[in-house]
């Protein structure tokens, strides 16, 4: 559909998986999504509660993030903080993911369905990020004409 | 710098389009005839809403209640990634519909003429919601091929609204569809 000179755009299926670290076993996000394992899979009796992850908080420390929120990693967000020190705290596993994903702009919906959580716990899990600075927001605005004029040739030259 | 300039236009930009229909009627079909990826899915639970919300009703379900949301995705150009959101099917769950109604561009309604009954709740959502949409009667093997003027009449829907006919398993028809409702979108701008 696009050309090849232009790689940095999302596709899930290009995003490489990182490296898994010496200390834990990284399942792939297409991993978790085609087995349907998630945080809350009941069918084989094992119910873990989904706000486990948040350590029990269901509010996000920031509003407004909606489905089609884009969120994209900083730079700095694998290993280094704002000044370019290492971290001295490494990122739980799954806010670690979630910075994996973000390597390129991909939508709050995408990064549940990818990791394996629901909605609601990827949310406080972005907002925390966001907050920590380890990844930028891109929140939808209200498009003009133009913008809207491009959507629909777009769709159509597909 | 990069960052400040997260809330201009000069970064990426999703667009959602909200893909509705009574049960069965082939949302998902529909999103992964055009969608890049396999139609991811995702859950949302009760809890996602129910705190801070004055039911309490709603807190003693704990997380028991989770819908399935279906979503496809199309990259429109280094800038712009277009999302097709299938509504959940069963059941309205209003806290979703409004997480998936809210800045959606625009919504296609997928309409079944053997159940045509089952998108009046649909209709009504978007109505009220004041959501550009259009009608897309899934022409299923089998079903009568009904006249779009009957389906709009049975749908009692405004003769300012689309209804077009879509096979929602063929990519071309339903590209067809969105740039349909694209259309309808830049009517009810310029209007």
């Not at chain 1, 290009?14 to 076993?25: K, V």
């Not at chain 2, 970064?11 to 009627?25: D, E, L, R, W």
Request: hydrophobic content about 40%.
């Amino acid at each position: 559909m696009r050309g090849d000179d232009e790689p940095r755009l999302p596709d899930p299926r290009m995003i490489p998986i990182a490296a898994p670290q010496a200390w834990f076993e990284q399942p792939s996000p297409e991993h978790s999504v085609a087995t349907g394992q998630s945080a809350t899979d009941e069918g084989d009796g094992v119910f873990v509660r989904p706000f486990i992850v948040t350590r029990g908080r269901t509010r996000p420390l920031h509003d407004g993030l909606r489905l089609e929120t884009l969120i994209e990693a900083l730079p700095a967000a694998l290993g280094r903080d704002g000044w370019g020190k290492p971290l001295s705290a490494p990122l739980q596993f799954e806010q670690r993911q979630i910075v994996e994903l973000a390597q390129h702009p991909v939508s709050v919906a995408e990064v549940a369905a990818r990791i394996g959580v629901p909605l609601g716990v990827a949310r406080v899990l972005i907002a925390d990020l966001y907050t920590g600075k380890y990844i930028s927001l891109h929140e939808p605005h209200e498009l003009p004409v133009h913008v809207i004029e491009r959507i629909r040739d777009l769709v159509r030259a597909l | 710098m990069y960052g400040r300039s997260e809330r201009e236009s000069t970064g990426p930009s999703a667009v959602k389009i909200v893909i509705s229909g009574g049960f069965g009627v082939g949302k998902t079909t529909f999103i992964g005839a055009i969608s890049e990826i396999e139609p991811l899915t995702t859950e949302a639970s009760m809890t996602d809403r129910s705190v801070g919300i004055d039911d309490a009703s709603l807190l003693t379900q704990k997380t028991t209640t989770t819908v399935a949301l279906d979503f496809g995705r199309i990259t429109l150009d280094s800038s712009l990634i277009l999302y097709l959101f299938g509504t959940p099917g069963q059941e309205r769950f209003d806290f979703l519909w409004d997480d998936l109604a809210t800045g959606a561009l625009g919504s296609v309604i997928i309409a079944d003429t053997r159940r045509i009954e089952d998108c009046y709740p649909v209709l009504d959502y978007f109505e009220d919601k004041s959501t550009p949409f259009i009608v897309a009667v899934n022409d299923f093997d089998g079903a009568d091929r009904f006249e779009l003027g009957e389906v709009r009449e049975a749908l009692g829907v405004d003769e300012a609204v689309p209804v077009v006919h879509c096979d929602a398993r063929s990519r071309e028809s339903v590209k067809g569809v969105l740039v349909a409702l694209i259309e309808q979108v830049l009517l009810q701008r310029v209007a």
